[in-house]
T-cell receptor, first 113, second 115 residues
Framework: SQTIHQWPATLVQPVGSPLSLECTVE??????LYWYRQAAGRGLQLLFY??????ISSEVPQNLSASRPQDRQFILSSKKLLLSDSGFYLC????????????FGEGSWLTVV | AQSVTQLDSHVSVSEGTPVLLRCNYS??????LFWYVQHPNKGLQLLLK??????LVKGINGFEAEFKKSETSFHLTKPSAHMSDAAEYFC?????????????FGQGTTLQVKP
């Protein structure tokens, strides 16, 4: 069966410091991969998605970037964090297509102080 | 453009009573619709999905949802609420963009279950 792992689970970082959140998927090959952000009291916002190694699509302009160095690895990064980057970040995977189901990791809480 | 609207930001029920969480969608073609549940500080778990098969979809934990095209609705129901059902619920529509399906989330409904 497929599993998705995301880490770290919680992170407290000062403003201006770098960020790296990592996500890996097991039990499937060539998945679509996604990064979502959930700000406090709000719904989920799609940040990035990837349909293959090195292929990254950005949904919104922001202070973050994503990379996919391997088929089942998806990394969310920032060179300099802003206070507004605080939130709950969720990695997810899916098989593609309009009806594909997307499965989520456990999420990472980021607090920028 | 595709979108979803969850009509209630907060729903409170007593344990053992029915649950109704309302969702309306907007889609230019036959949509794929989902309900996800999120317990505090956790990731999202798929409850059920509709992909143009049976209009009444049964999910996990006793939840079900009915797709009504004439009303553009996909309401989530459960006959009898349990304390463990207290969580945030998201109605979601899938949008095809190139080769990938992206999910558009509603703003969420917080379900409170009182003893």
């Amino acid at each position: 069966s497929q599993t998705i792992h995301q880490w770290p689970a919680t992170l407290v970082q000062p403003v201006g410091s770098p960020l790296s959140l990592e996500c890996t998927v097991e039990g499937t090959s060539n998945p679509n991969l996604y990064w979502y952000r959930q700000a406090a009291g709000r719904g989920l916002q799609l940040l990035f998605y990837s349909v293959g190694i090195g292929q990254i699509s950005s949904e919104v302009p922001q202070n973050l970037s994503a990379s996919r160095p391997q088929d089942r690895q998806f990394i969310l990064s920032s060179k300099k964090l802003l206070l507004s980057d605080s939130g709950f970040y969720l990695c997810a995977w899916g098989t593609g297509g309009s009806g594909n189901t997307i499965y989520f990791g456990e999420g990472s809480w980021l607090t920028v102080v | 453009a595709q979108s979803v609207t969850q009509l209630d930001s907060h729903v409170s029920v007593s344990e053992g009573t029915p649950v109704l969480l309302r969702c309306n969608y907007s889609s230019s073609y036959s949509p794929s619709l989902f309900w996800y549940v999120q317990h505090p500080n956790k990731g999202l778990q798929l409850l059920l999905k509709y992909t143009s098969a049976a209009t009444l979809v049964k999910g996990i934990n006793g939840f079900e949802a009915e797709f009504k095209k004439s009303e553009t609705s996909f309401h989530l129901t459960k006959p009898s609420a349990h304390m463990s059902d207290a969580a945030e619920y998201f109605c979601v529509v899938s949008v095809l963009s190139g080769n990938t399906g992206k999910l558009i989330f509603g703003q969420g409904t917080t379900l409170q279950v009182k003893p």
